[in-house]
């Protein structure tokens, strides 16, 4: 399994733009990138997924280089009820996504 | 709300003891996910069930041990209860190849 490494923590203020990268050198063919926020107390909630290039939905985009080896999940113009912690994983398709490896995380502080 | 519900909230216990976790799925996921999180180890994939077997396993003891039912309720057992077993412990679903995985409110273990 892919490991992924994140910023322990970032800061941020309301209205800006936040992008938070992963490492994961070790990414395999098969493997997809995968972000999760996780609010305290409460079980981790899916944000976005992708394989290369952008992928953007209503709540993120998530950009890949060519070499896949890093990803960065950006959130635009964050509100406090964005903090939260943010893992990145990367899972095979192929296997259905098993085993997934939920790393340290990014925990975003937004404030006023 | 994920859809997925677990019970009980919170449990208090004495070490040496036994305990079960309760989790029901989404309506129509076949894959269930256990997963510990504690202070000090991030969150930890322990096993995966998928329509009633064992799909995959992680980091889960041997004291602990997990079935999936025939209406695809899962149960989580934990025996010989130790203090570092304290801990949320959360439940997931996902249909079959589908990276986003909803998880459940989780399972507050205090063991004392």
């Known amino acids: 399994l892919a490991k992924t490494t994140q910023p322990i923590s970032m800061d941020s203020y309301e209205g800006q733009e936040v992008n938070i990268t992963c490492s994961h050198n070790n990414i395999a063919t098969n493997d997809y990138i995968t972000w999760y926020q996780q609010f305290p107390s409460q079980g981790p909630r899916f944000i976005i997924q992708g394989y290369k290039t952008k992928v953007t939905n209503e709540v993120a985009s998530l950009f890949i280089p060519a070499d896949r080896k890093s990803s960065t999940l950006s959130l635009p113009r964050v509100s406090l009820s964005d903090t939260a912690v943010y893992y990145c994983l990367v899972g095979d398709k192929n296997t259905g996504f098993q085993k997934l490896v939920f790393g340290t995380g990014t925990r975003l502080l937004v404030s006023p | 709300d994920s859809g997925v519900t677990q019970t009980p909230k919170h449990l208090i216990t004495a070490t040496g003891q036994r305990v079960t976790l309760r989790c029901s799925p989404r309506?129509?996921?076949?894959?269930v996910y256990w997963y510990q999180q504690s202070l000090d180890q991030g969150l930890q994939f322990l096993i995966q069930?998928?329509?009633?077997?064992?799909?995959a396993k992680g980091n889960i003891l041997e004291r602990f041990s997990a079935q999936q039912f025939p209406d695809l309720h899962s149960e989580l057992n934990l025996s010989s209860l130790e203090l570092g077993d304290s801990a949320l412990y959360f439940c997931?679903?996902?249909?079959?190849?589908?990276?986003?995985?909803?998880f459940g409110p989780g399972t507050r273990l205090t063991v004392l």
């Open positions: 309506s129509g996921d076949l894959s």
């Open positions: 069930y998928y329509n009633g077997e064992e799909r």
């Open positions: 997931a679903s996902s249909v079959v190849g589908d990276p986003e995985q909803f």
